[in-house]
């Protein structure tokens, strides 16, 4: 068995600070990675709104797009700049636009973003992820990611489907995951999660002292809230579309304010812990989406994904890894006055 602690790994480009999330152009301003088309509208068009119009000339790109560039300048009709999305039209009277690159197609833009890395071979990775990194590109973080480090810091992770990411923490997670740089070691790694063959433990900060017995099994299913579509909730299944979720909670510490409990996933439903610690009456500190406020200097959800241990998907050797807690919890444990030193 193989048990290390993180190191820090600099980023390829030290000179070039990453951009913050929202900057979605790496190198070359917006106009030289921009296109200029010169459309013609047919007869079937007169008199269409200038939007709709670019929808139905342009269909890659969407019609709210479409409409922003019209808003932002970029569309010009009959060789002056069109005043709003609904003007209208007229056939044969050209249309130019300037096609912008979408925050979606710069998803995938190697940004130099320092990676702290416990291994790394020619077949796996394994990242500890500070809170505050979104892992993967989405609405909102179309840069700044996890995603985008991984293309800067090795060419092999742009081979692979989602930068090799096989499975993800939320954003205000810190912790342990495994990536792959290599297809079938991505495969291999896929299953193992699918068989639960991998070990996924956390350390988690919650509200209230802990009640009854020091260790607690939950097997509750999850699903989307039906009365909150941005959280997941315990579910009926028979009432509510959901999936089978299993938990192990450990009671570590108890409080006067609340408790350090030991979680381990047995399944990895989107929010697991955060919502089985929350249907337990123990929120966890600081967040918000699930009833915790924060405490003991935490402003992010107290969850950090402390040890993972996994068969290497290429040498089938047996890993373990352990990441020591960030400051801001380290600080919280402090200010409970929870022994930290075995963290």
Not at 181 to 189: F, G, H, I, V
Not at 215 to 232: K, L, N, S
Not at 241 to 260: D, E, Q, R, V
Not at 274 to 285: C, E, I, Q, S
Request: charged fraction near 20%.
């Amino acid at each position: 068995m193989v048990e290390t602690t993180a190191k820090f790994i600099a980023p390829p480009c030290p000179d070039e600070p990453p951009l913050p999330p929202g900057d979605d152009l790496a190198d070359a301003p917006e106009e030289a990675q921009a296109e200029q088309r010169q459309l013609i509208p047919p007869a079937r068009l007169h008199g269409e709104r200038l939007d709709r119009a670019l929808a139905a000339l342009v269909p890659e790109f969407s019609r709210s797009y479409l409409s922003q560039l019209v808003t932002d300048g970029a569309v010009t009709l009959a060789g002056r700049p069109a005043a709003k999305p609904a003007q209208r039209v007229k056939a044969g009277e050209a249309i130019t636009v300037l096609l912008r690159p979408t925050p979606q197609a710069q998803a995938f833009t190697p940004q130099p973003i320092p990676l702290a890395m416990l291994h790394e071979d020619e077949h796996l990775a394994i990242v500890h992820k500070p809170a505050g990194l979104v892992v993967h590109p989405a609405p909102g973080h179309w840069s700044g990611t996890l995603l985008n480090g991984l293309l800067a810091h090795n060419p092999a992770f742009a081979r692979l489907p989602r930068a090799g990411i096989v499975h993800r923490l939320d954003k205000d997670t810190s912790g342990l995951m495994a990536v792959a740089k290599s297809r079938p070691a991505m495969d291999a790694l896929v299953a193992a999660i699918a068989a639960r063959e991998v070990r996924r433990e956390y350390l988690a900060l919650a509200h209230r002292p802990w009640q009854g017995a020091p260790t607690r099994e939950v097997t509750e299913p999850i699903g989307r809230d039906p009365r909150h579509r941005q959280r997941m909730a315990v579910v009926d299944l028979a009432r509510h579309p959901g999936k089978p979720a299993h938990t192990t909670f450990t009671l570590l510490h108890n409080a006067a304010s609340g408790c350090l409990v030991h979680a381990r996933l047995g399944t990895g439903r989107t929010h697991q812990i955060r919502v089985h610690m929350a249907h337990l009456g123990h929120p966890l500190v600081a967040d918000a989406l699930y009833g915790g406020a924060p405490a003991a200097g935490l402003a992010r959800q107290a969850l950090h994904a402390w040890q993972l241990a996994l068969t290497h998907p290429a040498t089938g050797a047996p890993l373990a890894f352990k990441a020591p807690l960030p400051a801001d919890m380290a600080a919280a444990l402090a200010a409970w006055e929870v022994p930290a030193e075995r963290f």
